[in-house]
């Protein structure tokens, strides 16, 4: 298995431009997270779903960032418009019930 | 509070030594625990899950305490390899797959 596939790995954009970050999770996994990780705040849940449909979007940090599953093989995070302090590295996890989650390698995204 | 607590390190040990982490955990409904391992500028990787009778693989245990709400994870004989940043990481309760990471324990092992 290829596990989590994330694109792009850097992203440098400028403020007030659109940004989609995408997520293949592991064929058969549930359960589909996406993290956000800076210095300052560590590893911060954004969203979380379960079959497709979103359990959990407690963490996105305002209106500006959405995200999507429209089906059990793809994900999206968009943030529109967006800001420098949305600098980060984005994570996207996949996992089956109760079972630890296995990461995507990130997405580096800057924004100038 | 925060929902998992751990000491931010850095841990600096001798290779050969053995050093243990803890971590706490606010929510007594958890029922999933986990040790991740993330190296500089790396994605997360699972190291291990924490049972309840405890488990053991290789030169790694990690333990867990319900009653006293934390897990610990020891490391045994260190190699300059286990440098790297460990994160504990529970499920936010019993209903449901949300994992919640605390902000790791930064490990370096010197020769």
């Known amino acids: 298995d290829a596990g989590v596939i994330q694109s792009p790995r850097h992203e440098v954009t400028e403020m007030g431009q659109e940004v989609t970050l995408r997520c293949k999770p592991i064929?058969?996994?549930?359960?589909l997270f996406w993290y956000r990780q800076t210095m300052m705040r560590g590893l911060e849940l954004l969203i979380y779903?379960?079959?497709?449909?979103?359990?959990?979007d407690s963490g996105m940090p305002e209106d500006r960032f959405s995200a999507k599953m429209p089906n059990a093989s793809f994900s999206t995070l968009k943030i529109q418009p967006s800001e420098p302090r949305d600098s980060a590295v984005y994570f996207c996890?996949?996992?089956?019930?109760?079972?630890?989650?296995?990461f995507g390698q990130g997405t580096r995204l800057t924004v100038v | 509070r925060k929902e998992v607590e751990q000491d931010p390190g850095p841990f600096n040990v001798p290779e050969g030594a053995t050093v243990a982490f803890n971590c706490t955990y606010s929510?007594?409904?958890?029922?999933?625990f986990f040790w991740y391992r993330q190296d500089c500028r790396k994605e997360p990787k699972l190291l291990m899950s924490?049972?309840?009778s405890g488990n053991e693989d290789g030169r790694f245990t990690a333990q867990l305490n319900r009653a006293s709400q934390y897990i610990s994870l020891l490391i045994r004989d260190s190699k300059l390899s286990d440098s790297a940043t460990y994160l504990c990481?529970?499920?936010?309760?019993?209903?449901?797959?949300?994992?919640?990471f605390g902000t790791g324990t930064r490990l370096q092992v010197f020769p």
């Open positions: 996890a996949s996992s089956l019930p109760y079972s630890g989650a296995f």
């Open positions: 064929s058969g996994h549930n359960s």
């Open positions: 779903f379960n079959n497709n449909v979103p359990i959990d």
């Open positions: 929510n007594s409904a958890s029922q999933s």
């Open positions: 924490v049972y309840s």
């Open positions: 990481v529970v499920n936010k309760d019993q209903n449901t797959d949300k994992l919640i």
